[in-house]
């Protein structure tokens, strides 16, 4: 079955670069959610869109946006990168008209670092 | 939010059923329990979610007593690779909702 896709994969930036993190969500999936897991700590929700509306936001830096875009796939963006920026970033997606946006498809992630 | 507390870790060795209790106090009456496994390295899996008495899929059940202030997963028959952390989720079940993971709990399933 097809997964949620993330690119890149790994990702090194220098401090105060830019930095662009790509999510295709399962196909006919509506909702696609960003988290951030720093090392050794938990998954933090970050923003979700759905139908290419933002739906939630949660602690994203200013210096973050993202969107959805018509195909659905999202992107974040991430500027004046810091190295507490340093981390796992995920996408998740889920097909909020079948009522169970809980449970949630999680990509592989992009290992962020920044030096 | 509901405020869950997991013990941080567990032990178990293969072929034994792991057990891992979740306290939720103060859930609402409009929350779910839901539940998720996280392998190193790797995003967040659905494994089960409830609201109340027992649910039961291929991987895991899901025992809620009737005051709904703890619930407890059971893996049955562990094995190496289900050596992961395991988290505990309560909130509604409205749609578009985030997932606010804290505190899971680090299961290593010994040979």
């Known amino acids: 079955a097809a997964g949620v896709i993330q690119s890149p994969r790994h990702l090194i930036k220098e401090k105060r670069e830019t930095a662009t993190l790509k999510c295709y969500p399962i196909?006919?999936?509506?909702?696609v959610y960003w988290y951030q897991q720093g090392p050794g700590q938990d998954p933090q929700f970050l923003i979700s869109f759905y139908e290419k509306m933002q739906s939630d936001k949660g602690s994203i830096p200013d210096r973050f946006s993202a969107q959805q875009f018509s195909d659905y796939h999202s992107e974040l963006n991430m500027s004046s990168l810091e190295l507490g920026d340093s981390a796992l970033y995920f996408c998740a997606s889920s097909f909020e008209s079948s009522g169970r946006t809980y449970e949630q498809y999680f990509g592989p992630g992009t290992r962020l670092t920044v030096t | 939010l509901a405020k869950t507390t997991q013990p941080i870790s567990m032990d178990s060795y293969e072929g034994q059923e792991v057990n891992i209790t979740c306290s939720h106090n103060?859930?609402?009456?409009?929350?779910?329990i839901t539940w998720y496994q996280q392998f190193p390295s790797q995003g967040p899996r659905f494994i089960i979610q409830?609201?109340?008495t027992k649910v039961t899929n291929e991987v895991a059940s899901l025992f809620i007593p009737a005051d709904r202030k703890s619930s407890t997963l059971s893996l049955p028959r562990v094995s190496l690779s289900d050596t992961a952390v395991y988290y505990c989720?309560?909130?509604?079940?409205?749609?578009?909702?985030?997932?606010?993971f804290g505190g899971g709990t680090r299961v290593l399933v010994k040979p």
């Open positions: 103060n859930i609402a009456t409009n929350d779910y």
């Open positions: 196909p006919r999936h509506d909702t």
């Open positions: 989720l309560v909130a509604p079940r409205a749609a578009g909702n985030k997932l606010t």
């Open positions: 409830g609201y109340k």
